[in-house]
């Protein structure tokens, strides 16, 4: 993984990358993936891996369905572009849009198309302050998202995003947003405590931070099913109930990012499914279309519509929305995505996998290195620690989390370290003989890592 190849000194010398160190970047060198197969990808030299965590959460058909390449080329082949400004459409976007409301996890009344998680969650932090004007309520603006979420990187959805790397000299976030607490119990529950006591004190401290900031000036909160970036937390029991409640009571939107939960994720179409959401706004992306083309969705329900409707009558239009909106060829490829769900039962296959996925992580988890293995259907997360008795994490100069990464890379397994949580998500058409490969690897660089857990 150096500059040793013609590909890899193009990379270098002129490609910016994102979430990237840049300046060691000319001498790490990129990892040149070149194709991919099922649950596979191949480097520029030939070396295969399992992606463990589908790409970036996306992934979810694997890197070669044929019925998605059909529906990219024949879509090319009818109307490779339009656009849907100025009461224009094609016909892959309104069936999508009718899928979508046909599955979504609560009734919802219309969906917008954007083409990306990011843009997805900044229409949506638009919409909303639009839905505050038109029912009259100027003064409800405030946005609240919690520590360690992750939501994107535009203005708006990186001010949203909970993670310092993501506001550090960026001069975000931007005022109207800001952060409750992460729900992450084996982190920040006290001594004892429960996970429905240590929900019902984050429902209450949103009440209190509401109360604080004025009911009035409080418009929304942004949640993630599961938050995936921060470090695949899984909700407490109870807290998605307990924090609806207050939402309820001051009137604040609830907006469910299911960008990575939606689609299967989760052992349901959608997180909210899982965990109770009942969402006024969803926004959804990355396995929608399997992640072969660019597409996020926005769902609003009927109440949001009707204002946002009544609104952009009296301006004369609804001023938002990009080139790309309702793609023809991205709607054909995640209307064929959907297809697939149902005829080939992912579903299904998901639940029948999740007790295997589930017990392989558990089972690492009983590792000395491992301070807490957490998941949900098919996402999974380790946090590596110093201590597993007094849940010491490393000194973070240690980079215990990318090593072990990077030794599973070597074993042929890609899984993504986010601080010294390593991460899985593997696509969910993975086989169980492909899922115990998986962990048979992952135990492997585990191995080496605790036989030299020092740099
Ligand atoms: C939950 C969530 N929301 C939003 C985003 C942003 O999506 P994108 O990178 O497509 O802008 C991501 C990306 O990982 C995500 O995980």
């Not at 992450?184 to 429905?196: F, K, V």
């Not at 900031?213 to 993630?224: L, S």
């Not at 909210?272 to 969402?279: A, I, M, R, V, W």
């Not at 999974?380 to 490393?394: F, I, M, S, W, Y």
């Amino acid at each position: 993984m150096s500059a040793t190849t013609a590909l890899a000194r193009q990379d270098i010398a002129a490609h910016l990358h994102p979430f990237t160190n840049l300046a060691t970047h000319p001498e790490v060198g990129p990892l040149m993936v070149t194709r991919g197969d099922g649950i596979y990808v191949e480097d520029e030299q030939g070396r295969r891996y399992i992606e463990g965590m589908s790409g970036l959460w996306c992934s979810a058909l694997g890197f070669s369905h044929p019925r998605l390449v059909a529906a990219g080329v024949k879509a090319l082949q009818t109307l490779p572009y339009y656009h849907t400004f100025n009461h224009r459409s094609n016909p892959a976007v309104a069936e999508l849009a009718e899928r979508l409301l046909a599955v979504a996890p609560v009734p919802m009344a219309r969906v917008f198309f954007a083409n990306s998680g990011s843009e997805a969650n900044d229409s949506a932090v638009k919409m909303i302050w639009y839905y505050h004007n038109a029912i009259g309520k100027p003064g409800k603006k405030k946005i609240l998202a919690r520590q360690r979420a992750y939501h994107g990187v535009t203005v708006a959805s990186a001010s949203l995003s909970g993670l310092p790397t993501n506001h550090r000299d960026f001069d975000l976030p931007i005022d109207r947003i800001s952060h409750v607490d992460c729900p992450h119990h084996y982190r920040y529950g006290l001594p004892g405590e429960s996970e429905a006591d240590f929900a019902t004190r984050l429902a209450d401290a949103l009440e209190q931070r509401i109360l604080a900031e004025g009911p009035d000036t409080v418009a929304a909160f942004f949640a993630e099913p599961v938050m995936g970036a921060g470090g695949v937390i899984v909700p407490p029991e109870t807290y998605f109930a307990k924090v609806q409640a207050v939402l309820r009571k001051y009137e604040v939107l609830l907006v469910a990012d299911e960008v990575i939960c939606g689609f299967g994720r989760t052992g349901n179409l959608f997180g909210s499914t899982t965990f109770g959401l009942q969402p006024d706004i969803l926004t959804c992306a990355k396995a929608m279309s399997s992640g072969y083309v660019p597409i996020s969705a926005v769902m609003v329900s009927q109440q949001v519509h009707e204002a946002l409707a009544a609104n952009s009558g009296k301006i004369g239009t609804f001023g938002h929305g990009y080139t790309y909106s309702g793609h023809p060829v991205a709607c054909a490829i995640a209307l064929e995505t959907l297809k697939v769900f149902e005829d080939e039962h992912i579903l299904d296959r998901v639940r029948a996998l999740v007790p295997a996925f589930q017990a392989g992580l558990h089972q690492l988890g009983q590792r000395a290195s491992v301070g807490e293995s957490r998941g949900v259907g098919l996402i999974g997360a380790l946090e590596l620690v110093a201590d597993k008795a007094t849940r010491q994490p490393h000194a973070p100069e240690l980079k215990a989390g990318p090593r072990l990464a990077a030794l599973a890379q070597e074993q042929g397994l890609i899984v993504r370290a986010m601080g010294d949580t390593v991460a899985l998500c593997p696509p969910l058409i993975i086989s169980e003989a492909e899922l115990a490969t998986l962990f048979q690897r992952l135990g492997a660089a585990f191995d080496q890592y605790e036989q030299a857990p020092r740099p």
